[in-house]
């Protein structure tokens, strides 16, 4: 879906001169490609980032050119190109996390039977790094860096947790979006519930990005505040309160799993 205002932009950087404004222009539209799957026009293009079109056609073809943005026959439509993917996928796999949290995701998996994932806290959202299926058919998706917002996720509520009230506000707008009737909207209700994280170490995202899935999340404390978290998704319909007792037991068990694997970083 493409948004009726401009892009924000990094004031410093547009101060830089016409080399780092150029690039800048790139990595906004490589972002706004990224967020939005499918071909957008140029004239879908233009009123999101607000550039000149001339000097957007002549980026985004540019852009095409090298392959990091992809058109359709008729030239007129534009998507994310197959470069990107191999800059992301590079990230994965050079990420030292991710490959230190590797046996411990196949154990939480493998003891749960239920979706695990780990998240990074990226501003106001977490990016899933990495993923382990559900053993049971009915299973949610969430692929490998997909972005959501992190007031609607357990991810995003263990890492949020570990920032001050404070640190929150300002990270955060003061109306959320709400992705179900279960999201948070008001950040100080969401505060309300940070604290009763802190307190019981681990989130509880009930409903609040998926109608009909409950999620548990739990920070990684190599850092301080933590940047990355890992979860247990679970449907409702599945859910008992023996079994969340359950996951619950095998993910404070992971964080301390995934603490020792890196202590070195």
């Not at 056609?57 to 392959?67: A, I, N």
């Not at 998706?141 to 506000?169: C, I, M, N, Q, W």
């Not at 609040?208 to 920070?219: D, K, Q, S």
């Amino acid at each position: 879906m493409a948004q009726s205002s401009p892009l924000p932009r990094p004031g410093a950087a547009d101060a830089g001169g016409a080399q780092v404004k150029s690039a800048v222009r790139t990595v906004e539209l490589l972002e706004y490609f990224a967020g939005r799957p499918g071909m957008h026009s140029l004239a879908e293009v233009q009123e999101a980032v607000g550039y000149p079109k001339s000097s957007l056609y002549m980026l985004l073809r540019t852009l095409v050119e090298l392959g990091w943005v992809e058109t359709e026959s008729t030239g007129t439509r534009y998507g994310i190109g197959v470069r990107a993917l191999l800059v992301g996928t590079s990230y994965i796999d050079g990420d030292e996390v991710v490959a230190a949290a590797k046996a411990t995701l196949d154990r939480l998996a493998d003891d749960t039977t239920e979706t695990i994932h780990l998240a990074r806290l990226d501003g106001a959202d977490v990016i899933y790094l990495a993923t382990r299926q559900s053993q049971h058919y009915l299973r949610p998706f969430t692929r490998v860096g997909r972005r959501l917002p992190a007031h609607s996720t357990s991810l995003g509520k263990a890492l949020l947790a570990t920032y001050t009230d404070e640190e929150v506000r300002k990270l955060l707008p003061a109306r959320l979006e709400p992705l179900t009737e279960h999201s948070h909207t008001d950040v100080e209700a969401l505060i309300e519930d940070l604290h009763a994280i802190r307190e019981r170490g681990y989130s509880v995202d009930a409903e609040e990005n998926t109608v009909g899935l409950r999620c548990f999340g739990i920070a990684i404390p190599y850092r301080n505040p933590a940047r990355d978290a890992v979860s247990c998704s679970v449907p409702v319909a599945r859910l008992t309160p023996g079994r969340e007792q359950m996951i619950r037991d095998a993910l404070f068990d992971a964080r301390d799993r995934l603490t020792l694997a890196t202590r070195h970083l």
